[in-house]
C-alpha cells in the first residue's frame, strides 16, 4: 500500500491449503482487498475435513475396507472429545485408551517398546491439544466465506487427497453464494495433486519426486484471471 507504483484499491491475497482458509476471514474484515485466489482451500468443517483426508491417503496405501472403518471410528471419537472437553489434561485422560488401542491391534514383530508407544503417544497428544488443532477441527470456513464480497477465483486439483477437490470447491461456492457473492470462479484441474502437479500416482510421498513445482496451466489460469480483476 505505501508503493507508489502499486494501485492499493487493486491488491488481492492468495492463500494456500491453510492459507486458502486464511484469505477469506481477512478478506470478510477488510474491504481493502480487491479480489482473493484459493488454491485447495477448505470450504467444510476442519474435522470433516481431516476424517475424508484420512480416509483418502488411507486408500492410496492400500488399507484394508476394515482397517479404514477403524480409524474413521477412532478418529471421530477423537474429533469429538477435542471438541467438547476444554481442560486439556482431562481430555488427554480421555484420548490415551482411544490412540493405545492403534498399537494394541499391531501385530508382535510390529510394535514398538513400550517406552517407544509412550513417547509417540506423548508427542501426539501435545500435537492435537494444542490450541491450533483445536481450533482447525472446530472451524467452519463456510461461516465467514458467506461474508466474502470481493471477486473470488477457487482452484483445486482433481487428485488432491489432503483437500478432497469436489466437497470442499463445492463447499466454498455454495457458501460464497448464500452470502450474495456472484463473483465466483471455480475450476478443477484434472491429474493435479495438492501442490498443483501434475501427478501419477497422486499420493502424499509423491510430491517429492516429481520435477514440476507448480504446474504452468494453473499459473497461466491464475494471471488471466487476476488481469481482469485489475483493469
Known amino acids: 500500500k505505501t508503493r507508489k507504483e502499486i494501485n492499493s484499491k487493486k491488491i488481492g491475497l492468495i492463500g494456500h491449503s491453510e492459507g486458502g482458509i486464511i484469505a477469506p476471514i481477512v478478506a470478510a474484515k477488510n474491504k481493502d482487498i480487491a479480489y482473493i485466489v484459493l488454491l485447495a482451500g477448505s470450504g467444510i468443517p476442519g474435522d470433516e475435513l481431516l476424517l475424508e483426508q484420512t480416509e483418502l491417503i488411507g486408500k492410496a496405501a492400500e488399507l484394508s475396507e476394515n482397517e479404514l472403518t477403524e480409524n474413521h471410528k477412532s478418529n471421530t471419537k477423537v474429533y469429538s472429545i477435542l471438541k467438547t472437553e476444554k481442560n486439556p489434561e482431562e481430555a488427554k485422560k480421555q484420548l490415551i485408551p482411544i490412540m493405545q488401542a492403534g498399537f494394541d491391534k499391531l501385530p508382535a514383530d510390529q510394535k514398538p517398546s513400550t517406552e517407544e508407544i509412550n513417547a509417540i503417544l506423548a508427542e501426539q497428544l501435545n500435537a492435537i491439544t494444542s490450541p491450533w488443532f483445536i481450533h482447525f477441527i472446530s472451524y467452519n470456513p463456510a461461516l465467514i466465506l458467506k461474508e466474502v464480497k470481493c471477486p473470488v ?61 507448480f504446474s504452468p496451466i494453473v499459473l497461466k489460469q491464475i494471471s488471466d484471471w487476476i488481469t481482469l480483476q485489475i483493469k
Open 153 to 213: 477465483l477457487v482452484l483445486n486439483g482433481e487428485k488432491d487427497i489432503q483437500v478432497p477437490s469436489k466437497s470442499n470447491t463445492q463447499a466454498i461456492k455454495t457458501a460464497l453464494e448464500k452470502g450474495g457473492n456472484k463473483k465466483v470462479t471455480v475450476v478443477e484441474f484434472p491429474n493435479m495433486n495438492h501442490l498443483f502437479q501434475e501427478c501419477k500416482i497422486c499420493n502424499v510421498e509423491e510430491y517429492e519426486t516429481l520435477e514440476q513445482t
